[in-house]
Structure formats: C-alpha cells, structure tokens
Nanobody
Framework: QVQLVESGGGLVQAGGSLRLSCAAS????MGWFRQAPGKDREFVGA????????YYADSVKGRFTISRDNAKNTVYLQMNSLKPEDTAVYYC?????????????????WGQGTQVTVSS
C-alpha cells in the first residue's frame, strides 16, 4: 500500500513563501493538487520519478517549484510570491497507470492534505 504524508502547510502573508513536503513509502511519479472550498480539485504541478521533468499549471508557473529527494522518498513544493487565491488544501498524489498527469484521474494514491492560507 502506497502511503503519502504531507507537511509544511500554514498561514502566511501575501508575498511570502512556504515549502510543502510529501513523504512517500516508495518512489513514484508525483503530482500536487489543491482544492479551495466549493471548487474542484485543481492541478498544481507534477514531477517524474527521477526529477528530470516537471510540469506546472499556468497559475503557479514561475512562482512554485517541485523537486524531489529520492534518497528520502520525498517530494517538495516550494511556493513563493504567494497570493490569497493560492489558499487551499494542498494534496500530493502518486501516479497510477492511467489518466493524465494534470488530472486527478491520473493518480491512484493521495495524501491527507495540508492547509495553506494566504492572508492579504
């Protein structure tokens, strides 16, 4: 069973930074999603299994960076220049065998989520 545990969320002022971590029970292609109240789960970014390729939603491109440390089976989401509209619960997920990397249907396992709140 794949286990994913996120950490690093919190409250930050607009313009600030946070780094989220996702500790996995193995090495997988991974994605980050977020979900604000009343909205669908939204793709944030993804990284392949060895970190050579990353993909980002237009809304976070240039502000967020995904990286991984395979020695620790951990994936990171560095979030800079945060905006109030980035407020959401952030989830990491491990890729499944189908679907696409930018859609929740492409992921078979999910973490519990961590709250990120950006105040104006």
């Amino acid at each position: 069973q794949v286990q994913l545990v996120e950490s690093g969320g919190g409250l930050v002022q607009a313009g600030g930074s946070l780094r989220l971590s996702c500790a996995a029970s193995g090495r997988y292609p991974m994605g980050w999603f977020r979900q604000a109240p009343g909205k669908d789960r939204e793709f944030v970014g993804a990284i392949n299994w060895n970190g050579d390729n990353t993909y980002y939603a237009d809304s976070v491109k240039g502000r967020f960076t995904i990286s991984r440390d395979n020695a620790k089976n951990t994936v990171y989401l560095q979030m800079n220049s945060l905006k109030p509209e980035d407020t959401a619960v952030y989830y990491c997920a491990a890729r499944g065998s189908g679907g696409t990397y930018s859609h929740p249907n492409g992921y078979a396992y999910w973490g519990q989520g961590t709250q990120v709140t950006v105040s104006s």
